[in-house]
């Protein structure tokens, strides 16, 4: 959970240097206790949301493509609920007519905190994250090129294999 409070961390830093801003430019006051709410809320979703497609996604190739590609359908539904919640708010509507939105950040938060918690130990065993293809054939990247595999026994870092070696002469 380091990586997901620093990361929160990082973008309460950025809100609370942008907010005033923001406030100033537009002539508005965008310190209501409500907007806060939603903005912590969505930070929160947000970042939880990263955290754990960021974690899943490390171990994988194309993980520079991935992510994003993980993120944005996933993250999509936190970032239409913070605007349509900072919207009702910033034009005075009912609780009762920004509810649904709220209840959704709040879902979502629940959600992908209570994933992440769930994943810590899978995270902590990092053959989780590898296919069992990649595993076993990283095991022989320093077999020669005429060698051929007898027997094995296992699958992992730890598997046991028999090679032939065949020489050429020439």
């Given at each position: 959970f380091g990586k997901f409070f620093s990361n929160l961390a990082f973008m309460l830093i950025v809100e609370a240097i942008v907010l005033?801003?923001?406030?100033?430019?537009?002539?508005?006051?965008?310190?209501?206790?409500?907007?806060?709410?939603?903005?912590?809320?969505?930070s929160v979703g947000y970042t939880s949301i990263g955290t754990l497609l960021a974690t899943?996604?490390?171990?994988?190739?194309?993980?520079d493509i991935l992510l994003p590609i993980l993120l944005f359908p996933v993250v999509f539904a936190v970032l239409l609920a913070a605007v349509r919640a900072s919207g009702g708010i910033l034009d005075n509507l009912t609780i009762a007519d920004i509810a649904f939105p709220i209840n959704l950040l709040i879902t979502y938060d629940?959600?992908?905190?209570?994933?992440?918690?769930?994943?810590?130990?899978?995270?902590?065993?990092?053959l989780y994250f590898k296919s069992p293809g990649v595993i076993f054939a990283s095991n022989f990247a320093s077999t020669p090129r005429n060698?051929?595999?007898?027997?094995?026994?296992?699958?992992?870092e730890r598997s046991n294999c028999a090679f032939t070696v065949a020489t050429t002469s020439g």
């Open positions: 005033p801003v923001y406030s100033v430019l537009y002539n508005t006051n965008l310190f209501q206790p409500g907007l806060l709410l939603v903005i912590l809320l969505g899943m996604s490390v171990q994988t190739r194309a993980r629940v959600i992908f905190i209570a994933a992440s918690l769930a994943s810590v130990p899978l995270a902590a065993n990092q060698g051929s595999i007898n027997s094995c026994e296992g699958m992992g």
